[in-house]
């Protein structure tokens, strides 16, 4: 070791020297990223090959190599949505799952075409087919207080009615409707046992757009049941907008009593005041109980 390499910090023995080189191998050598160590390598695509032998010559021809395709998790998935798509369209199309004519139960009034087309669920998808709905449709007509829409596999729909069944039959100026004791009205449907007859000469019930709101007070409908069921000659009731409910009685005048109060009451009285005139022989054109505490008549002239 000269003085010279002292001078300038080389290393003093052999060792030291090796020491020295290994550390600038060290130095010189790059780390490498840690990103670089985890990706793959990259490796070309699979493929197939196939020789094609020529027995005639003895040699054989190297056909192009093909593809070897894997199926992978999102190829998968595809082929799953493809089918599920074909399903739900075949399914939403099929004739087999095609409602036909539903099955109605509980009508009296309404016919069963009625509560078809009411319903609006024929010619529909089985899974189209909202019962709800259906059955708001079906409530929103007058005849029907309530129902019930059930649909079974794979294409039939059940519609079970409950009706509102009609007290009245009410003569409006010519256009006769049924009228429920809830005072909801509809046209006339045919034929009904037991019905309060009513009629006026003039519009007066309340007809709006409304379906379902009443159309007269109920309290008129109470007055004519009592009335029709206390007086036996009472089968035909008038109703006047001044003088209420009344008919015109077989002895010649007609009868009326206001459409509140007792009519039990109003009844009896009336009776025992009809037996008073008819045996007085008095030609009486009108009576009024309209107030059982005053009643009156009016004699013809």
């Known amino acids: 070791m000269t003085l010279t390499d002292r001078a300038l910090g080389h290393p003093k023995t052999r060792s030291e020297r090796a020491r020295a080189r290994r550390a600038r191998v060290v130095r010189e050598v790059e780390p490498v990223a840690r990103e670089a160590l985890l990706r793959p390598a990259g490796r070309r695509k699979a493929r197939?090959?196939?020789?094609?032998?020529?027995?005639?010559?003895?040699?054989?021809?190297?056909?192009?190599?093909?593809p070897v395709i894997r199926f992978g998790p999102r190829l998968m998935s595809a082929l799953l949505l493809a089918a599920t798509l074909y399903a739900l369209q075949h399914a939403f199309t099929a004739p087999g799952f095609r409602?036909?004519?539903?099955?109605?139960?509980?009508?009296?009034?309404?016919?069963?075409?009625?509560?078809r087309s009411m319903a609006g669920v024929g010619g529909q998808s089985i899974f189209e087919v909202d019962p709800q709905d259906a059955v708001r449709r079906?409530?929103?007509?007058?005849?029907?207080?309530?129902?019930?829409?059930?649909?079974?596999w794979p294409n039939q729909v059940e519609i079970e009615l409950t009706e509102r069944h009609p007290m009245v039959e009410w003569n409006d100026a010519?256009?006769?409707?049924?009228?429920?004791p809830d005072g909801v009205a509809y046209l006339q449907h045919g034929t009904w046992p037991g019905l309060v007859q009513i009629?006026?000469?003039?519009?007066?019930?309340?007809?709006?757009?409304?379906?379902?709101?009443?159309?007269?007070?109920?309290?008129?409908?109470?007055?004519a049941a009592v009335l029709n069921a206390q007086i036996p000659q009472a089968t035909q009731l008038e109703y006047d907008p001044d003088h209420g409910l009344g008919f015109e009685?077989?002895?010649?005048?007609?009868?009326?009593?206001g459409v509140d109060g007792d009519m039990v009451l109003k009844a009896r009285i009336y009776e025992a005041l009809a037996a008073v005139l008819e045996s007085s022989k008095a030609h009486v054109g009108f009576v009024s109980v309209e107030d059982p505490a005053t009643p009156y008549y009016r004699q013809t002239r």
Request: hydrophobic letters at 50%; glycine letters at 6%.
């Open 48 to 66: 197939r090959r196939y020789d094609l032998a020529l027995p005639s010559a003895g040699a054989a021809v190297r056909l192009p190599a093909i």
């Open 199 to 223: 009629s006026s000469e003039k519009k007066v019930l309340n007809i709006t757009d409304d379906p379902l709101a009443p159309v007269v007070p109920i309290g008129v409908m109470r007055a």
């Open 138 to 152: 079906l409530t929103s007509h007058p005849e029907v207080a309530a129902a019930r829409v059930t649909t079974r």
């Open 174 to 180: 010519g256009r006769v409707w049924w009228i429920c």
């Open 99 to 115: 409602v036909g004519e539903a099955a109605v139960f509980g009508n009296r009034i309404v016919t069963i075409p009625q509560a």
């Open 249 to 257: 009685d077989s002895r010649g005048w007609a009868v009326f009593f």
